[in-house]
């Protein structure tokens, strides 16, 4: 079983389909089907078994499949370690960042680091945060950038404090929001169709600052789950909207109010850099690393406000 194999195998197994795994791996179904019997016979084990329009991976299928990922990692850590000998900043760089950051921040992040960079090759995942949280876990990204105080025992650097504010059409004042419509911005409700928990830390904050200052619900007249979508019903004047400040961009032309706990502590939202100490061996990981540390300058501490 050679490296080729062990991300036939993954593929099929992330895909959990024949025909979606091969069409990834650019082979055709019959190959990538002759190509997992030819394992199996020189296992001596049923791989995996039809069920429904995919399938289903038996006992002797799971070990495999977590033996090819242990292979794969090996294999990556090789080729980083050999390129990393003539101190080059080349090779591949894996990030995993949460949805908010990738939209409205990492772009020109990316940019500049690329141009700066040129023989570095990325690949991105893009997800909630606790799905980024999940993919460093398993090893499947170098670096995680993620929206809220997630527990790692690795190295993690705060890179990011973003407010969280009141955006309105016209101009507003706090003591009248219960009387005034909202929009309310909300994550989509998790499914067992989703693999990974919905980020629930930014709702929640915003509920314990609302019982804080005010004794009536406020006065919800919609909901929405895209960011951009609930500006533009901000826009058209439905009512006002509390989102997280990175939401907004330069050309965005509303009255903001960013938000305080009665003690006068910010309501904010920290977002952290996470990585392995042992990743940083690998050139493209440190020089990245040291980028954004450089590009976003904070002290890396946590006020109580924070989440």
Partial sequence: MDDKDCKLLLHVYEEKNITRAAERMHISQPALSYRLQQLEAEFGITIFTKHGKGVKFTTEGEYL?????????????AKDHLSNMANEVKGTLRLGVSNHFAHYKLPPILKSFLEDYPDVTITLETGYSSMIHQLLN???????IISGNYQWFDQKCLIYRNRITVISKEKISLDDLPSLPRIHYRTPHHSANIKYKTDLLLPKAIEDWWQERYTQPPRLSMQVDNAESCKEMVRYGFGYAIIPR???????????????????????????MHYRESSIQSSVVKTFVNYMKAFYALDGQEDSAAF
């Avoid at 292979?71 to 990556?76: A, D, N, P, S, Y």
């Avoid at 398993?138 to 995680?144: A, K, P, R, T």
């Avoid at 990175?246 to 952290?272: A, M, P, V």
Wanted: aromatic share 8%; hydrophobic share 30%; proline share 0%.
């Fill in 65 to 77: 499949v977590s033996f090819a990922r242990k292979l794969v990692l090996e294999m990556r850590k």
């Fill in 138 to 144: 398993e090893e499947s990204v170098d670096v995680g």
């Fill in 246 to 272: 990175t939401c907004l961009k330069e050309q965005d032309n509303f009255h903001t109010i960013d938000l305080s706990y009665q003690n006068g502590s910010e309501l904010s939202r920290n977002t952290w």
